[in-house]
């Protein structure tokens, strides 16, 4: 389907399994109150309503903090209890209640809470009344949403939630008459802590009640402290409140609740107090043999900055004041720079997961749960594409073959493919991958495959039947691996067939006996679901590209199937390790879990050329910075291979450090129906482009707009609201990907990260305005990120300043002398003791440390300069910035994967480099003659100028090399561009700096000897 198409279209693959749990409600209009109702993510009508015609005993006691036309109410959780007016849990009708005494329905939402004065408790803003009797407490008395006083006890007695629990926990009587509370279970008399929930509310008039009962959820009373400990059980609670558009979902069926038939069976619910209470995660610390020494030479080489400044200030060269003053502002800002750089790395922290634990905790086999049927959360994995020239439908259907086949509960896994292209290729494609899939899926799982993307799986070196027991696994492996072989020809081909057939609405399908060609006794063939997404799009609109895509997809997402948990994935970067959502999920279900928005996991790449010429595994970044800053308040999110807790993108703080009384023990749900017609249409709604209007999609909900780099926003906004992130390194990588291995596209992507720091510091999500949630060194790698472009300019000052100085035969400093010469060896010692140690505790090569060097320096000079002067125009100017897809297709030329390393595409972000490179060869030809003819050669200032100038020529050398591509020819433009600038320069400086002797009358003759 077109781009531009005003409608919208989505695939859910036949025979996949889905489930939902959502409720709908209309707020009507109401003669008291002028309301403007709108659709909203739930298809029930949220309304902006004016406060005037409201009681006076409410409007003098409420006040809004903000008052937004956009609202989401959630289900309960530990941090936001329903007991006021604003909530939607109801009290029950009094005939219903003797019938539903111990049950209440959780209705489900989809929108964001209000913003009240009593923003940690929102819904407390409107329960005022009577105050709690209990001496020195100002709380006041639990209410009903009607405003009657909720009453523990027969005395009468008036008392507040939490001095009742208090009461509970100690010893069991009333505060008021001294006597113990009654129980349910000895008279008919609802129990106190009964009477603190709120009631079920009456299902809406009209409405099919046994349709609306098998929607909702229906949970028992009790709580969720364990009797070993008071700390919350966030996994006990998270698959208590199941949740309804965003709390996710934990479905225990019976024994055949998912294979189809009558899925209205409710199973027995999972026993929480008999779980393992061993940990599912734990720290690694970094030994303190190595940490120690690293934090003292940072200190050591921090004083060291500070002296050698103070010195270079106090002492200038007199003889050239213009390069002493342009060096002395470039070696101030560096150091500066570095400081940044390197106070979050101070903490270092590496973390270990136990997967057998989690398998215990939430799989393991009982008398309720004799099959071991998991209760771990759902996962929705969004994976976007949108072009599918630079993004193959063939990598993008690998990675979700990759998907498919993870080792998580099908039932709750679901896959979602977002086409912002709306490519009819990339459609027909995703329906061959899932043909495929009914094949590649059980062969997996029958074999335990690593890894479970077919392309790379069937290119492995080695003997592929190494730890296989089972006899047939040759026999199988041969037919999937010609299965495969058909289906990239089909895949490959659909251009062509696109082209040519007559009715091109019919998507292909394979081979029709294609999921017969190996034995599955026994093993388990259904698939996750999987859905086809592309959103509409209309001129005149701005669809904020990925954000906005990933934005529709969480949405759809939520509607559809609305798993607690939210794996996001590029295109190019599929699931390595099978387990790696597992591995998550240790983190999440953990003791603390709770306050984790996210779990990030490094990028790792293939096709990258051996020697990574230009730094293509980034593994200082990954390696070093992202596990420091797992120390702090957790790493920057980077924009795949992430996943997230979905009430995290909702834009929901983090729970408070309290505890959180009247929760839930256990739920019993109904298995949700499979999807309809109602809920597809809904699904398709929320993907209009009109939908976002007014909201605060993008502002505050879901990923952040308005600029080129929203996962770093994202994640900031995140981290900027109190809650914290985890790194998770795994043993055997958990995602893997592509890189751009050609130098242009190389620094087209660094160009595209690079203008998105700036898009960062010229905004409010500056670190600089972070809230104080936010941890000092946390603070400080976010403002790293939004400064570390403006480094381009006095970079590229000062690599010219070596040949600024063989030119006109002065120097940085008057002279070399040995105060000079220690600070600089000590400077230098400092650094590399501490490269040395950071290899040491973060795993990295010495060579990798220097080849990030040295694309710092190219990165520096070209991309980042660029990206200083685009994001000034676009602050200043308001001159939009577009950028084009990173290509995920390398060009082969006789069966050479690395044949687009020596391509050679010219681009004017080369100018700035090439420039310098050859300025400083000019220049040190020009030096040399000098001081080989001169009658009093000083050859100090030659070596000091030389040998700066070799050290910017050193970090240059791969971008040098890479102009030369395979058989050493270079584009003549390259000649044209750095043969004119660099002559420019050179003889600008030999003109107004000429050697002595050299002027004769008005005449200027240049000599260098």
């Known amino acids: 389907m077109a781009a531009s198409s005003p409608s919208s279209s989505m695939l859910s693959i036949p025979g996949a399994r889905s489930f939902r749990s959502l409720s709908k409600e209309k707020i009507m209009n109401s003669p008291s109150s002028t309301r403007q109702s709108r659709k909203t993510l739930t298809a029930s009508y949220v309304s902006a309503v004016s406060h005037k015609e409201e009681s006076s005993s409410i409007e003098d006691e409420m006040s809004l903090s903000e008052s937004i036309t956009y609202t989401v109410h959630i289900p309960a959780s530990p941090d936001h209890q329903p007991m006021s007016a604003t909530a939607t849990v109801r009290s029950m009708d009094p005939e219903i209640a003797t019938e539903a005494e111990q049950q209440q329905f959780v209705v489900s939402s989809a929108m964001m809470m209000m913003e009240t004065e009593e923003a940690g408790y929102p819904q407390l803003a409107s329960a005022r009344g009577f105050m709690c009797s209990v001496e020195g407490c100002n709380r006041n008395a639990m209410q009903e949403e009607r405003g009657e006083s909720v009453l523990p006890c027969d005395c009468g007695y008036k008392i507040c939630h939490q001095c009742h629990v208090d009461a509970l926990k100690t010893s069991g009587k009333c505060p008021g008459c001294k006597d113990q509370y009654r129980s349910s279970n000895s008279s008919g008399d609802e129990s106190p802590r009964d009477a603190a929930q709120p009631r079920a509310l009456p299902l809406p008039a009209g409405i099919d009640s046994n349709k609306m009962e098998r929607r909702l959820s229906l949970l028992k009373t009790k709580s969720l402290k364990s009797s070993k400990s008071l700390d919350f059980d966030h996994s006990r609670w998270l698959y208590a409140t199941k949740g309804t558009y965003g709390y996710g979902n934990a479905v225990w069926p019976k024994e055949d609740g998912y294979a189809g038939g009558n899925n209205t069976g409710i199973g027995a619910q999972p026993d929480f107090n008999d779980r393992s209470r061993r940990p599912l995660s734990r720290k690694a610390h970094v030994s303190a043999g190595i940490l120690s020494p690293y934090r003292l030479l940072v200190l050591i080489r921090m004083v060291v900055l500070g002296f050698f400044l103070a010195w270079r200030v106090r002492n200038p060269n007199t003889d050239a004041m213009w390069l002493w003053g342009m060096s002395v502002v470039c070696e101030i800002w560096f150091a500066f720079s570095w400081v940044l750089d390197q106070l979050p790395k101070l903490f270092p922290m590496n973390r270990m997961t136990d997967l057998q634990v989690l398998e215990e905790?939430?799989?393991?086999?009982?008398?309720?749960?004799?099959?071991?049927?998991?209760?771990?959360?759902?996962?929705?994995?969004?994976?976007?594409?949108?072009?599918?020239?630079?993004?193959?439908?063939?990598?993008?259907?690998?990675?979700?073959?990759?998907?498919?086949?993870?080792?998580?509960?099908?039932?709750?896994?679901?896959?979602?493919?977002?086409?912002?292209?709306?490519?009819?290729?990339?459609?027909?494609?995703?329906?061959?991958?899932?043909?495929?899939?009914?094949?590649?899926?059980?062969?997996?799982?029958?074999?335990?495959?690593?890894?479970?993307?077919?392309?790379?799986?069937?290119?492995?070196?080695?003997?592929?039947?190494?730890?296989?027991?089972?006899?047939?696994?040759?026999?199988?492996?041969?037919?999937?691996?010609?299965?495969?072989?058909?289906?990239?020809?089909?895949?490959?081909?659909?251009?062509?067939?696109?082209?040519?057939?007559?009715?091109?609405?019919?998507?292909?399908?394979?081979?029709?006996?294609?999921?017969?060609?190996?034995?599955?006794?026994?093993?388990?063939?259904?698939?996750?679901?999987?859905?086809?997404?592309?959103?509409?799009?209309?001129?005149?609109?701005?669809?904020?590209?990925?954000?906005?895509?990933?934005?529709?997809?969480?949405?759809?997402?939520?509607?559809?199937?609305?798993?607690?948990?939210?794996?996001?994935?590029?295109?190019?970067?599929?699931?390595?390790?099978?387990?790696?959502?597992?591995?998550?999920?240790?983190?999440?279900?953990?003791?603390?879990?709770?306050?984790?928005?996210?779990?990030?996991?490094?990028?790792?790449?293939?096709?990258?050329?051996?020697?990574?010429?230009?730094?293509?595994?980034?593994?200082?970044?990954?390696?070093?910075?992202?596990?420091?800053?797992?120390?702090?308040?957790?790493?920057?999110?980077?924009?795949?291979?992430?996943?997230?807790?979905?009430?995290?993108?909702?834009?929901?703080?983090?729970?408070?450090?309290?505890?959180?009384?009247?929760?839930?023990?256990?739920?019993?749900?109904?298995?949700?129906?499979?999807?309809?017609?109602?809920?597809?249409?809904?699904?398709?709604?929320?993907?209009?482009?009109?939908?976002?209007?007014?909201?605060?999609?993008?502002?505050?909900?879901?990923?952040?707009?308005?600029?080129?780099?929203?996962?770093?926003?994202?994640?900031?906004?995140?981290?900027?609201?109190?809650?914290?992130?985890?790194?998770?390194?795994?043993?055997?990588?958990?995602?893997?990907?592509?890189?751009?291995?050609?130098?242009?596209?190389r620094l087209h992507q660094v160009l595209r990260w690079a203008t998105g720091s700036v898009e960062i510091f010229f905004s409010r999500n500056n670190a600089l305005f972070a809230s104080p949630r936010m941890k000092f060194l946390q603070r400080v790698a976010y403002l790293n990120v939004g400064i570390y472009p403006f480094t381009s300019i006095f970079l590229l000052v000062y690599c010219f300043l070596p040949a600024f100085s063989l030119i006109s035969n002065q120097f940085i400093v008057k002279q070399l002398n040995l105060a000079f010469l220690v600070y600089l060896l000590t400077i230098t010692l400092t650094l590399c003791m501490l490269a040395l140690l950071e290899v040491k505790w973060s795993g990295i090569t010495l060579e990798e440390w220097w080849r990030n060097e040295q694309f710092w320096v190219i990165g520096g000079t070209s991309a980042h300069l660029a990206a200083v002067f685009q994001g000034l125009l676009k602050v200043i100017a308001g001159v939009n910035i577009s950028f084009t897809l990173t290509s995920k297709s390398g060009a082969e030329e006789e069966g050479d994967i690395y044949a687009d390393l020596y391509v050679v595409k010219w681009s004017s972000l080369m100018i700035p480099p090439i420039s310098i490179i050859l300025t400083n060869l000019i220049a040190i030809a020009i030096g040399s003659s000098r001081q080989i003819y001169s009658e009093i050669p000083q050859w100090s200032k030659l070596l000091g100028s030389v040998f700066f100038s070799l050290w910017v020529l050193f970090h240059l050398y791969p971008f040098a090399k890479g102009l030369m591509g395979k058989g050493g020819h270079i584009p003549t433009i390259i000649y044209v561009w750095s043969g004119l600038i660099a002559v420019i320069i050179s003889l600008m400086f030999v003109y107004i700096s000429p050697p002595a002797g050299s002027v004769t009358g008005t005449r200027t003759a240049f000599q260098f000897f």
């Not at 594409?385 to 679901?414: Q, R, V």
């Not at 299965?483 to 089909?490: C, F, G, L, S, T």
């Open 361 to 745: 905790k939430f799989e393991r086999p009982s008398p309720q749960n004799p099959l071991g049927r998991s209760d771990l959360p759902g996962m929705d994995v969004l994976v976007s594409t949108a072009d599918p020239e630079k993004e193959p439908p063939l990598t993008t259907c690998n990675t979700i073959l990759s998907i498919l086949a993870a080792d998580y509960p099908l039932e709750k896994l679901s896959c979602y493919l977002s086409d912002d292209g709306g490519a009819l290729l990339t459609f027909e494609a995703l329906a061959e991958a899932a043909s495929f899939a009914r094949v590649w899926v059980p062969f997996c799982r029958k074999h335990i495959i690593e890894p479970r993307n077919p392309e790379t799986y069937f290119l492995l070196r080695g003997d592929p039947t190494k730890n296989k027991m089972s006899s047939d696994f040759v026999k199988d492996r041969r037919c999937v691996k010609r299965a495969y072989d058909e289906y990239k020809v089909r895949i490959n081909g659909l251009p062509d067939v696109i082209q040519r057939r007559s009715n091109a609405s019919e998507p292909l399908m394979g081979s029709a006996d294609e999921e017969n060609l190996i034995d599955t006794t026994d093993i388990d063939i259904r698939l996750p679901m999987l859905v086809y997404v592309s959103r509409e799009k209309r001129p005149g609109y701005d669809h904020n590209k990925k954000a906005g895509a990933m934005n529709a997809m969480v949405r759809t997402s939520a509607i559809m199937s609305n798993g607690a948990f939210i794996l996001n994935l590029d295109c190019d970067h599929y699931i390595y390790n099978s387990k790696a959502l597992r591995e998550a999920m240790c983190f999440f279900m953990d003791r603390g879990g709770d306050r984790i928005c996210y779990v990030q996991f490094p990028q790792r790449f293939e096709g990258v050329d051996p020697n990574d010429r230009y730094a293509n595994h980034n593994t200082v970044f990954f390696d070093v910075n992202m596990r420091a800053l797992d120390g702090l308040q957790g790493p920057f999110y980077v924009g795949t291979g992430c996943v997230f807790r979905r009430t995290a993108l909702y834009g929901l703080d983090p729970p408070q450090h309290t505890e959180h009384p009247g929760c839930w023990d256990y739920l019993c749900c109904l298995a949700r129906e499979p999807l309809d017609a109602s809920i597809v249409a809904e699904a398709i709604n929320v993907i209009s482009c009109t939908y976002e209007e007014k909201t605060e999609w993008g502002k505050r909900v879901g990923w952040i707009y308005g600029s080129v780099t929203e996962d770093v926003v994202t994640g900031f906004r995140m981290h900027n609201r109190g809650w914290r992130s985890i790194y998770c390194v795994t043993k055997l990588d958990a995602f893997r990907g592509t890189a751009p291995i050609n130098l242009t596209d």
